[in-house]
């Protein structure tokens, strides 16, 4: 199977720069998994999609405001850091730039010295290896001088940080934000909830692996990156019952859905469950829990629309996101939603 399999004409202009005034106003395509038909409504029609007996599972993560831009020491030029990983022991996995100026050895200052950090280690692939020195509290100080980690097609400010998190983030660690849960209200949550559909928590802090297009021609030769993620005993309790009781396990987002999956036995229970997932979902998978699956618009070539191909077949895919595009969509990360359902 050919990366360019997943290849579609996306005009500049349909790549949303901001988030719209109202979370929950965001145009929803509705596609049926078997049948490839759509239709058009709007995110605030949700529960009209739901039934009593479904349970949505919401990835909880929080973006931690993780870009620091700080300058070399002593009196040296200005570097960006960007947070990944955290290794422990003060020691972070980041994105840097210029690359060619942080060397191992190399000393940085942020928010005239509230934060310092040198350099360790140069990994494969170009990533380093920061250690941080701080007094205090880290996340503090991140709160205090990081900014938004936001994707590099997005160019426009963003005026308010919470808009890049969902209503109900709670577990900081992520370096972007999982985004089909951005159109959620903590309203439209109690309303599904007062209807009888069951509202289950995962945690996947997301890596920015997750956006990056594929490069390999073949996609089985792609190295797909590592996110840590967590299941509790009563989020897999509640998605065990909803399958014996007949409801259809709802996925918010991609990264839920390759969290449950990560985690499912082959008969699709699941268990209390914690640790490190490079699960690459493509056409061909056989989905253990999920039934369906609301999600954005996601990039040309990347494994995320792989992911939704393998869910409901890459024609269906490429047809309505050629239709979004035709209407006019709005496009990743603030973009539009798309509810791919089962009838």
Not at 52 to 62: A, K, T
Not at 123 to 129: A, S
Not at 265 to 289: M, Q
């Amino acid at each position: 199977m050919k990366t360019t399999d997943f290849d579609f004409y996306l005009p500049e202009e349909l790549i949303a720069q901001t988030p719209l005034e109202r979370r929950d106003g965001s145009r929803l395509l509705v596609l049926n998994k078997h049948t490839g038909a759509t239709k058009h409504m709007h995110f605030y029609d949700l529960p009209s999609l739901l039934r009593p007996g479904d349970c949505l599972v919401l990835n909880d993560s929080r973006v931690l405001p993780a870009r620091l831009i700080g300058h070399r020491l002593p009196g040296g030029g200005a570097v960006e850091v960007l947070l990944l990983i955290d290794r422990g022991n003060k020691t972070w996995e980041c994105l840097v730039r210029p690359g060619r100026k942080m060397k191992p050895g190399t000393k940085v200052s942020f928010g005239d010295g509230a934060l310092t950090a040198e350099v360790t280690e140069v990994l494969e692939g170009g990533n380093r290896l920061v250690r941080f020195d701080y007094e205090g509290i880290f996340l503090e100080k991140l709160e205090q001088l990081g900014k938004m980690p936001l994707p590099p097609y997005i160019k426009a400010e963003l005026q308010d940080p919470e808009r890049y998190q969902t209503v109900y983030s709670k577990e900081a660690g992520s370096a972007a934000a999982p985004t089909a849960g951005l159109h959620f209200t903590k309203d439209l949550l109690k309303q599904v909830a007062d209807m009888g559909v069951h509202l289950a928590y995962v945690t996947l802090h997301v890596g920015l692996g997750t956006f990056r297009p594929v490069k390999e021609e073949d996609i089985l030769d792609h190295e797909m990156h590592s996110e840590y993620c967590m299941i509790s005993a009563e989020t897999a309790e509640l998605i065990n019952r909803t399958k014996r009781e007949g409801g259809r396990v709802i996925c918010v987002g991609t990264t839920s859905c390759r969290t449950i999956e990560s985690w499912a036995a082959e008969d699709g229970t699941l268990k209390e469950s914690a640790g490190w997932t490079n699960i690459f979902i493509y056409p061909g998978y056989r989905f253990k829990v999920l039934d369906c699956l609301i999600t954005n618009f996601h990039l040309p070539e990347s494994t995320l629309i792989m992911l939704v191909s393998a869910l409901a077949g890459r024609e269906h895919i490429l047809s309505a996101y050629q239709e979004a595009v035709n209407l006019k969509y709005r496009f990743f990360s603030f973009g539009d939603a798309m509810f791919i359902t089962d009838g």
